[in-house]
Every structure is written in structure tokens, then in C-alpha cells.
């Protein structure tokens, strides 16, 4: 996989498409959106409407060689729509927090409770596994993340999202990564794509502790 970092600005209350290219197609990730009180919105296309079954399954993992470990389920939720991730500041009398949850008006499934605005150190916000490509839909969006993902490859890939400090100039990047990064007024956001070398489902996975680092 070759790549070729590329920057983008988050607009207000815009969504930024995360596209790449497989060979000759365009595979939809996902989503992110920023919104005015500095709220970032992630949403993916594996997690939508029209691709959640009736129920979702809740479990805890553990990150061993570069690969997560599935502990079992712990919990079973049932779901009308689709979900996303958001990372809200601290406003009122709610602390800053990450959320995954049901797209509005649904439930908020998983609360973590994290010091993270203004941001002051790097950290990992949330990773996802796409199902494999020869098994996701076409889309005619432009790519977002320039990386040439070889047509041949048919596996999973992994999303990775960081949010970084905004005065953030370089950063080590993950080994055989493509990335772009999201600008916004407080903080800075990189997308790193990588081959999962590995068939899964889609799968969404977050710390749950609150420790802020990658």
C-alpha cells in the first residue's frame, strides 16, 4: 500500500466523507463532522441505517501483537437505527465525555468520561475494522485518504482516528499507514488507514478507561 498525506479542513457542521481507493473503486468508510461548541462527530458506513441488524453486541478486548482479542460479550442492546461516535467538551454541569450511541433521537450506549479539551496530549479515539472489500458496496464520492491499495488485496482494513494538541506539527505515524489529518480551531484530527491483513466484521473499539494516549 503506497500514500500520500493529505489535509482537509473540518467545516462547521459539514461532513467530511473518508473515501479511499481499491484499484480501480472507491470504498465509503465513514464520516466525520465538527460542530460550533467543538464536538467531533464519527460515523461509519458499516454502523449505518441500512446496515445494523436488530441487536449489537457489546464485549471488552484486549490489544495483544498488533491485534485486538475478542473476551466475549457482555451485553446485548437492542437498536431501531444506525450509530455514531462523538467526543463532546465539558458544558454545564456535563462533564467532557465520549459517547457511542444511536443516532438521535437513540440511546447513548457507552459513555467515557475523559479530561481531553483543550487538548493537551495525543490520543486515540477510536478504531474500526471494515468488513472485507470484496464485500462492500461501491461508492462514487472523491477519495479523501490518497493511498493505492492494491486491487489483488480483498481483506480488511483499520481506521484508526487520534485527536491531536493543534499546534501539533509532525507525528510518528503507524508502520504501513496512509493518513490525512482534519484541522480544527481547537485540535487536530489524523485518520491512519492500514491493511488489517485479516477477514473480520465490522467492528468499532474504544479505551475504556480514562487515560488519554495512543
Same mark, same amino acid.
Given at each position: 500500500?503506497?500514500?500520500q498525506?493529505?489535509?482537509e479542513v473540518l467545516r462547521e457542521s459539514k461532513k467530511l466523507p473518508i473515501v479511499v481507493a481499491w484499484g480501480k473503486k472507491r470504498v465509503h468508510i465513514g464520516e466525520l463532522e465538527f460542530?460550533?461548541?467543538?464536538?467531533?462527530?464519527?460515523?461509519?458506513?458499516?454502523?449505518s441505517d441500512d446496515r445494523v441488524g436488530p441487536t449489537i453486541e457489546f464485549g471488552t478486548s484486549n490489544f495483544k501483537d498488533s491485534k485486538f482479542h475478542n473476551r466475549g460479550t457482555d451485553k446485548i442492546a437492542n437498536v431501531n437505527?444506525?450509530?455514531?461516535?462523538?467526543?463532546?467538551p465539558a458544558e454545564g454541569?456535563?462533564? #467532557? #465525555?465520549?459517547?457511542?450511541?444511536?443516532h438521535y433521537p437513540g440511546d447513548i450506549l457507552f459513555r467515557r468520561e475523559i479530561d481531553w479539551f483543550p487538548v493537551?496530549?495525543?490520543f486515540n479515539l477510536v478504531r474500526l475494522f471494515t468488513m472485507p472489500l470484496d464485500t462492500c458496496s461501491i461508492s462514487q464520492k472523491q477519495v479523501s485518504i490518497e493511498t493505492a491499495i492494491d486491487p489483488t488485496y480483498k481483506d480488511s482494513l483499520e481506521l484508526v482516528v487520534d485527536i491531536f494538541p493543534r499546534d501539533t506539527k509532525t507525528a510518528v505515524p503507524y508502520k504501513n499507514s496512509a493518513e490525512a489529518w482534519g484541522h480544527c480551531p481547537n485540535y487536530r484530527v489524523r485518520l491512519s488507514i492500514m491493511l488489517a491483513k485479516q477477514r473480520t466484521s465490522a467492528l468499532i473499539y474504544w479505551p475504556e478507561d480514562d487515560r488519554l494516549s495512543l
Open positions: 500500500m503506497t500514500s498525506a493529505s489535509t460542530l460550533k461548541n467543538g464536538s467531533l462527530v464519527f460515523e461509519s458506513r458499516f454502523h437505527r444506525g450509530f455514531h461516535v462523538t467526543l463532546h454541569a456535563n462533564s #467532557a #465525555a465520549m459517547h457511542f450511541r444511536e493537551k496530549t495525543p
